[in-house]
Each structure stands twice: as C-alpha cells, then as structure tokens.
C-alpha cells in the first residue's frame, strides 16, 4: 500500500542479506530488461559490508551504473570511504567498469562544488527517476544516507545532491537529497542491530525522524531488518519472516 514499507525481518545476518540480494538482483533484471540499464544508489556505513559479496554476482553490471547514497569528506582510498567499502566488498570483485562507478569528491576542499558535480552525474544522459533503486541504511538517531536530524539537507527541495555541516559529529557530509531518494523507483533499507530498535519503531509507526519521509513515500519501499531492530515494531507490521 502506498506510503507502507513492507518489512521483512529476518532471523540472521545471512537470511537477511539472501533476501536483500534476491531482491536487487531482480530490481536489476527487470530495469536492463525495461530500459537497458539499471542505475542503483550504494548504501555506506558498516552494514552493508556484508551484503555487497552476495551482488558480486547475478548483476549485469556492465549495464549498470552505481552512485551512491553519501559520502564522508574523505579521499576514496580512506578507511572511512563509503566507496572504498564498496569498491573492496563489490566493484573489484564484480569487475564493475570504473566508467560506470558515480563516486563522490570526499576529498575537494571545494564540497558544494563536488555536490553540484554529482549532481551533474546523477542527470547526465539521464531522465527523471534519477536511480533504479536506492540502498539505504539508517542510524540509531534516524538519520539515512547523510540525511541527518536538525540538517539544512532536510529542507532541500530542489537540488538532488549537497554538502552539510554535521554539528553533532563536527563534520562534513555529502548526500543525495529527498527529492533524489523519495523519486527513487524502489527502496530497499537494511537495519540490524537492537539499538536501531527504537529509531525504527518510530520511523514505522509514528513517521519521526529523517528517514521516515522515504520509508512513507508513495512508492515501493522495502525494510529488510533483523530480529534485534524489528523488536520495537508490533506482530502487525511485520509483513515477512525470512
Ligand atoms: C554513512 C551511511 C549512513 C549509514 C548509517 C548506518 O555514510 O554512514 O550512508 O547513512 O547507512 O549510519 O550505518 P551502519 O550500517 O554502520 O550502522
């Protein structure tokens, strides 16, 4: 139902990434076979970690073209690089063309000018749905991708891509923006851990925090998410157990 997630909770890390897997690989078939290309946004922090061996393969990716969600304000071989990750865990190993990977400039001086090169990424050669599928993840406070509570990113009506100041960690952040992730054609979340528990009851149930404007968008929206996160959500919410 439109402006409903549906979730899937799943019992263990592996069940989880299985299901997630599954699903992107058949977002991917049905956009290459719709239009010749899926274009996919890359989630960064830690959880992903493990899902990103499972799409090494069953993706085309010669015909696919990877952005990616955020970006810290590092250069792409720091340990904190959200491409690094990805590269590491996915686009070596699955041999992805460098000309097809959309990373961000974590390391110009100059972020709104990599902001508005994204940007420029995102739209080249390009019609509105900007992306195939949006990976996000989400934080203990409800922040996802760099979408973080009391940001200026989180009035962003226009341009798909920013730079922000993150008060609460003293850093800076790239992000695409809501009009970017909420005009996604399908969304998929991953959310493990008990101290994501409240956060995303409260993203769910009561449509708080940054991430529940994507979760309640009209389109398809999926929450893969174990035991441990789904705790505070009730019986009723819980579409799927995997
Ligand atoms: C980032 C991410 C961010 C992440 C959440 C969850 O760059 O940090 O894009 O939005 O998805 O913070 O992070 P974990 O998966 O590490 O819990």
Known sequence: MAGT??????????ALVAQAA????????????????????????????????????GIDWARATVFFGDERAVPPDDAQSNYRMARETLLDPARVPPAN????????????????DYQAALTRGASAPWLDLALLGM????????????????AEEERLAV?????????????????????????????TGRDKAPALASVVEAGHLPAARIVRRAGPVTIFCDEAAASGLGAAKRDERA
């Open 22 to 57: 599954a699903h992107i690989r058949d977002a991917a078939t049905a956009a290459i076979a719709a239009r010749g290309r899926f274009r996919i946004a890359l989630a960064g922090g830690s959880t992903p970690r493990a899902l990103y061996p499972k799409l090494v393969d």
């Open 139 to 154: 934080g203990p406070d409800g922040h996802t991708a760099s979408l973080f509570p009391g940001t200026s990113a989180l």
């Open 101 to 116: 990977v959309a990373r961000w400039r974590g390391e110009d001086p100059d972020l709104d000018a990599a902001a508005r």
């Open 5 to 14: 997630p549906h979730i899937v909770v799943a019992a263990d890390l592996p």
């Open 163 to 191: 730079a922000l100041d993150v008060a609460e960690m003293g850093t800076r952040r790239l992000t695409l923006t809501y009009p970017a992730l909420c005009g996604a054609r399908d969304v998929c979340f991953l959310v």
